[in-house]
């Protein structure tokens, strides 16, 4: 069975970090591009971040750059996004997913193959 496993989520105040991870479990990661996606309540899913297979390409939307970063270690399976100065507005579900697609496809369009099944981020004072 293919899954995807987030871990990391949380409540955690404005300005605070949080690092989420996206373990891959019954499949390689190593020929996907993965992507962070979050979805608000009453929000589309938009994605945050996300990187090629081998990590040359890496796309962020505008609202999170500077702030997080998005990396892959390919022979732990696992990708992470570190997220810094957190904002209220970063509140929501996040998902990953992974694509035999390019980056560009993954996150702007989001067609994904695979999607997890979402960890929590709550920023809140």
């Known amino acids: 069975q293919l899954q995807l496993v987030e871990s990391g989520g949380g409540l955690v105040q404005p300005g605070g970090s949080l690092r989420l991870s996206c373990a891959a479990s019954g499949f390689a990661l190593e020929p996907y591009a993965i992507g962070w996606f979050r979805q608000a309540p009453g929000k589309e899913r938009e994605g945050v971040s996300c990187?090629?297979?081998?990590?040359?390409?890496?796309h962020y939307a505008d609202s999170v750059k500077g702030r997080f970063t998005i990396s892959r270690d390919n022979a732990k399976n696992t990708v992470y996004l570190q997220m810094n100065t957190l904002k209220p507005e970063d509140t929501g579900l996040y998902y990953c997913?992974?694509?035999?697609?390019?980056?560009?496809?993954?996150?702007?369009?989001?067609?994904?193959?695979?999607w997890g099944q979402g960890t929590q981020v709550t920023v809140s004072s």
């Open positions: 997913a992974a694509a035999r697609s390019t980056v560009q496809a993954l996150c702007v369009q989001v067609r994904a193959d695979i």
């Open positions: 990187i090629s297979s081998r990590a040359f390409n890496i």
